[in-house]
């Protein structure tokens, strides 16, 4: 089974940067699809970033501000985020899709990390 082991998170004031890694190991990790996702307090968990056949795709929310990166060699990918706000205060995961192709929804994702909290003050 694919494990996926996040780091990075934390607190920084808004404006500030963050960069989230997350390794995974158990499998051929140039075939996975990766994705993040995060979770607001009482809310579903929704779509930020991925990077799979499809190419990389961003959220709305996001675009211009985070960027998503992977290092096959390394076995890691990571979210760049910039320009932070107090909006973005959340539980961000990475997880690993099995088809490669980095989907939209949470449902198409096999494997999760354990989630690193990101806090943005104002």
Do not use: H, I
Not at 20 to 34: E, H, K, W, Y
């Amino acid at each position: 089974q694919e494990q996926l082991v996040e780091s990075g998170g934390g607190l920084v004031q808004a404006g500030g940067s963050l960069r989230l890694s997350c390794t995974a190991s158990g499998r051929t990790f140039s075939d996975l699809g990766m994705g993040w996702f995060r979770q607001f307090s009482g809310k579903e968990r929704e779509f930020v970033a991925s990077n799979g056949w499809r190419g990389t795709n961003y959220a709305d929310s996001v675009k211009g501000r985070f960027t998503l990166s992977r290092d096959n060699a390394k076995n890691t990918v990571y979210l760049q985020m910039d320009s932070l706000k107090p909006e973005d205060t959340a539980l961000y995961y990475c997880a690993a899709d099995r088809s490669g192709g980095g989907w939209y929804s949470s449902s198409s994702y096999d494997y999760w990390g354990q989630g690193t909290q990101v806090t943005v003050s104002s």
